[in-house]
Nanobody
């Protein structure tokens, strides 16, 4: 069992930056691939980024490639999402997820409660 708690969301102007964190409980965090997803009002949840259990492989949605960076610290049981050059269309609730495969679909086993990111124009 893994529990995930996101933090770091907030209100930022377009062009600004935020860093999201996702703290995981449990001693098996380093065994899991981690992903970030987001859901905007009235839209389906979509993939943002994923990272393998070792951190050696990362994956990004085209819409965030070059602006967002996913990273993990297995010693701290934490995964991060550094978001730069934010745009109003990045506004959404951001969720972290843990699973066995760093996939771009939503077939992860554990999910956090989400953190709101709002980008003003």
């Amino acid at each position: 069992q893994v529990q995930l708690v996101e933090s770091g969301g907030g209100l930022v102007q377009a062009g600004g930056s935020l860093r999201l964190s996702c703290a995981a409980s449990g001693r098996t965090f380093s065994s899991y691939a981690m992903g970030w997803f987001r859901q905007a009002p009235g839209k389906e949840r979509e993939f943002v980024a994923a990272i393998s259990w070792s951190g050696s492989r990362t994956y990004y949605a085209d819409s965030v490639k070059g602006r967002f960076t996913i990273a993990r610290d297995n010693a701290k049981n934490t995964v991060y999402l550094q978001m730069n050059s934010l745009k109003p269309e990045d506004t959404a609730v951001y969720y972290c997820a843990a699973g066995w495969v760093a996939g771009t679909n939503d077939k992860y086993d554990y999910w956090g409660q989400g953190t709101q990111v709002t980008v003003s124009s």
